[in-house]
C-alpha cells in the first residue's frame, strides 16, 4: 500500500522557519521525483519544489532562496526546509510523487499537479 505521509507543519509567525518532512512507503521512493505542492482556500495546487533520484531541484520563484527540498533515501523521506516565511506561504502543503515527464528532447523534472501519481494528506503551515 503507497503511502506518503506528511508533518512538521504548524503556525509561526513572519519570518519563521518550518521543517517540513515527507515519509514515504509502499513504492521504490528513490526511483521517483518527490515534489512539494501547496494549496490555499480559493487558490489552485501550485508546486513548491521538486527533486529528483539525483538530486536535481527546481522551486517556484517565491521559494527561491528561502526554501530548501531535499531527500535521504536510506530513510525514504523528503524535507522541505522553508526559512524567512511570510503570510502569503500560508497554504495545506502536500507531498507528492512521480516519474519524469519527457518535455520533446529530455527527460525532467515534473511540474504539473496532474504529473504526479502519488499524494499525501497534507500538512497546514500557517504564517501570522
Known amino acids: 500500500q503507497v503511502q506518503l505521509v506528511e508533518s512538521g507543519g504548524g503556525s509561526v509567525p513572519t519570518g519563521g522557519s518550518l521543517r517540513l518532512s515527507c515519509v514515504a512507503s509502499g513504492f521504490r521512493h528513490s526511483g521517483y521525483c518527490m515534489g512539494w505542492f501547496r494549496q490555499a482556500p480559493g487558490k489552485e495546487r501550485e508546486l513548491v519544489s521538486s527533486i529528483d533520484s539525483d538530486g536535481i531541484t527546481i522551486y517556484v520563484d517565491s521559494a527561491k532562496g528561502r526554501f530548501t527540498i531535499s531527500r535521504d533515501n536510506d530513510k525514504n523521506t523528503v524535507y522541505l526546509q522553508m526559512n524567512s516565511l511570510k503570510p502569503e506561504d500560508t497554504a495545506m502543503y502536500y507531498c507528492?510523487?512521480?516519474?519524469?515527464?519527457?518535455?520533446?528532447?529530455?527527460?525532467?523534472?515534473?511540474?504539473?499537479?496532474?504529473?504526479?501519481?502519488?499524494w499525501g494528506q497534507g500538512t497546514q503551515v500557517t504564517v501570522s
Open positions: 507528492a510523487a512521480a516519474n519524469e515527464v519527457w518535455y520533446g528532447d529530455h527527460w525532467g523534472l515534473p511540474n504539473r499537479p496532474q504529473d504526479y501519481t502519488y
